[in-house]
């Protein structure tokens, strides 16, 4: 029975939660609803919407717009020393930096630490971040110099996993979550006596942020929310109330004391990403803070993957934007002092300058969906220098010459001194304001005298249509004078009209007596003539067909002729060619018997030249064995070149044969190729 009724209180409870959750809180959450986005560059200090404040504190706050990616929802929590900032729970990702004072951050549910209870003591020049639905408090020391505890904080909604809901503002307050449940269903949650539900339930509002005591005497409400959340995130290992727990050691980064970017006479710049605060990771969101010195400047740079969102926390100083798409905005210039707000989108370059009687010093939240590296335009970082000097001078049409005088006295990078800047910026706004000025006065006058101009058009017009009027009526009596002299014209018009009309119709009546009679007559008349054209016709298409048939036969017989004519032809042809091919065959014949007729004498004249030459080598053998040793070699030697002789003749008649011979075997082929084609055709 207990565990069904602990099962319904279960589900119950978590029903209402989510009812709560999304309903909001009364005060603060209705506020941070009901806010305005600012869509203009800078916000001043004095343009914030008070939240919540009372004697311990205030929160205030104000949403700002780069104009292209949404709206940034900052907040300005102020808490004078021995306060306590009220426990809450995030919907959004929490950004802050520690303006002043000090104190400590407690939280619960952490990505990671969820049964752990995180504490921070927190400095000047602190940063850090809270993961949406991380419970935490704030609360301020009490120091000797009672200095407030000021931090300065943006909220981002989470987008890692995909899911991006609207949000109710940034948080909830843990007591509005909690005595949004009836006492019945608190008792049995808390298992406390009715008469302390009572108590909390007749308690007065609390403003976000009271008195920093916590009694440790008693059980008190603090505590009850502490075990109200226990349950709800599921865990009994902790209080987040207790000191005596055990405390997650987390790692701040102090933008103060930690390493600098970028540091040189005319001031020092640090940027805070994932690497150096790991309470970053997962997010899109960083922290930086540039401190200019007298008569300095951030140089002109731009961001191509972040939108800065600025807050100035000393001095004042001059800012310069300059649009990039040339449609969609304006080139800006406006002065920022301590607390004031600016905004500059991606892609916009911009300058920031100190007066020469003052610093600037001002922090900010990046916000970019990856690594954002600032683009420089001047110093010795300017992305100038790495293009060639041939393609800026035709850029800027000007010589070689000017962009090297231009580009090599650059020796300072990032931060530069600048003299009387911020000054000059000053009076150029200025006069643009006052031209601005002079350009509404010039706009309400020609307002003016554009007004004046159309009354005196007006009375004109009025008295052009009153004269136009007493025309038209003057014109409408004439013209009703006329249409009674027409009428009177048109009567007697119509009476003599009738009258021609009815003799019209007699003439018109016998004059179709006589048409109908002539018909009549040319009617027979045709109907003969169409009779005796038929009987002709006929005649003419008999005759036609018999010329048309004999025409017919005489062309089959012609065509015949023509089909037995032209095959007579082929058959002599036929003939004619045969007897050509038997023809050729014989001179082939002849030829080759000739052909071989000739090789037949070439090898009995070689025959008879061997015979010979062997009888004159016989005798000169003999003439050489009766001569001396000289002469016989003499002879050898003339007998082995004529033998050489001999044989190099014997090779070219052979190779004059065979080529002989291939020719015959060719023509062979080629004639016996054209039998076949005769055969075949």
Known sequence: MKKGCLSLFILCFCLLLSIIISLGLKNVTAALNDDVVLGSSVVKKEERRAFSSSENGEVTGVKVSDGRNGSYHLQFITMEPNALFLPVILHDDMLFYVHSGSGRLSSIGEDGHEDETIRLDLQKGDVYRLRYGTVFFIESNLEDERQKLRIYSIFATPNDDGIQQPSNGPYSSIRDMLLGFDEKILQAAFKVPEEVIEELKNGATQPLIVHGVLPKSTKTFWEIEAQFFKGLMGSRKYNMFDDSNKKQKTKLFNVLTGNRDVENCNGWSTTVTRKNLKALKGSDMGIFMVNLTKGSMMGPHWNPMATEISIVVQGHGMVRVVCSSGKECENSRFRV???????????????????????????????????????????????????????????????????????????????????????EEDRMMEEEVEKEREAARKREEEKKREEEARKREEEEEARRREEEEEARREEEKKREREEEEA???????????????????????????????????????????????????????????????????????????????????????????????????????????????????????????????????????????????????????????????????????????????????????????????????
Do not use: Y
């Open 487 to 681: 009428r009177k014209r048109e009567a007697e018009a119509a009476r003599q009209k009738e009258e021609e009309k009815r003799k019209r119709e007699e003439e018109e009546e016998e004059e179709a007596r006589r048409e109908k009679e002539e018909e009549e007559e040319a009617r027979r008349k045709e109907e003969e003539k169409r009779e005796k054209e038929e009987e002709e016709a006929r005649k003419r298409e008999e005759e036609e067909a018999r010329q048309k048939e004999e025409e017919k036969g005489k062309r089959e017989e012609e065509e015949e002729e023509e089909a037995r004519r032209e095959k007579e032809e082929e058959e002599a042809r036929q003939i004619e060619e045969e007897k050509r091919r038997e023809k050729e065959e014989e001179e082939d014949e002849e030829a080759r018997q000739r052909e071989e007729e000739k090789r037949r004498r070439e090898e009995q004249e070689e025959e008879e030249a061997r015979r010979q030459k062997e009888e004159e080598e016989k005798k000169e053998e003999e003439e050489e064995e009766e001569g001396e040793e000289g002469e016989q070699t003499e002879g050898r030697t003339r007998r082995v070149e004529a033998a050489r002789e001999e044989a190099a003749a014997g090779n070219k008649k052979e190779r004059g044969r065979q080529r002989n011979k291939k020719k015959i075997e060719e023509k062979e082929k080629g004639k016996k190729a054209k039998r076949e084609l005769i055969k075949m055709w």
């Open 337 to 423: 002092e301590e607390g004031d707000v600016f905004v500059v989108p991606r892609f916009h370059p911009m300058a920031q300058m100190s007066f020469n009687n003052d610093t600037l010093v001002f922090m900010g939240f990046s916000t970019a969906s990856g690594t954002n590296h600032p683009q420089f335009l001047a110093g010795k970082s300017s992305v100038l220098q790495t293009l060639e000097r041939e393609v800026l001078a035709t850029s800027f049409n000007v010589t070689n010459t000017t962009i090297d005088q231009l580009l090599a006295p650059q020796s300072e990078s990032i931060i530069l001194e600048c003299t009387s800047c911020a000054e």
